[in-house]
Nanobody, 125 residues
Framework: VQLQASGGGPVQPGGSLRLSCEAS????????IGWFRQAPGKEREAVGC????????SYADSVKGRFTISRDNAKRTAYLRMSSLKPEDTAVYYC???????????????????WGKGTQVTVSS
């Protein structure tokens, strides 16, 4: 299983970015996908997740109303749309797949089995 996150870069406060996560090596549509981030000197934290079955969503409180997760199973790709970005959103963003097929998705990073390399998002004026 391979995951590749992309779409990161520099952005001004208040701006938007869309990250993509392309997967290969598994039946993509069946599995939950999580988005996580890690800032320098801080622990990895959840951004949100989406189920494989019906696209159910869950978000961390820190991003609710600003970030949107979606997936296109035909393209084997998940997306993280980020808007109203703040300097504190600066981090390396990762996508991950939980290889347990469940009707829900988890915000606990340690429950995910496959990880992409991450893409840097820097929010600064």
């Amino acid at each position: 299983v391979q995951l590749q996150a992309s779409g990161g870069g520099p952005v001004q406060p208040g701006g938007s970015l869309r990250l993509s996560c392309e997967a290969s090596g598994l039946t993509f549509s069946e599995y939950p996908i999580g988005w996580f981030r890690q800032a320098p000197g801080k622990e990895r934290e959840a951004v949100g997740c989406i189920t494989g079955s019906d696209g159910g969503l869950s978000y961390a409180d820190s991003v609710k109303g600003r970030f949107t997760i979606s997936r296109d199973n035909a393209k084997r790709t998940a997306y993280l749309r980020m808007s109203s970005l703040k300097p504190e959103d600066t981090a390396v963003y990762y996508c991950a797949i939980d290889n347990l097929i469940t009707p829900s998705c988890s915000l606990r990073w340690y429950e995910y089995d496959y990880w992409g390399k991450g893409t840097q998002v820097t929010v600064s004026s």
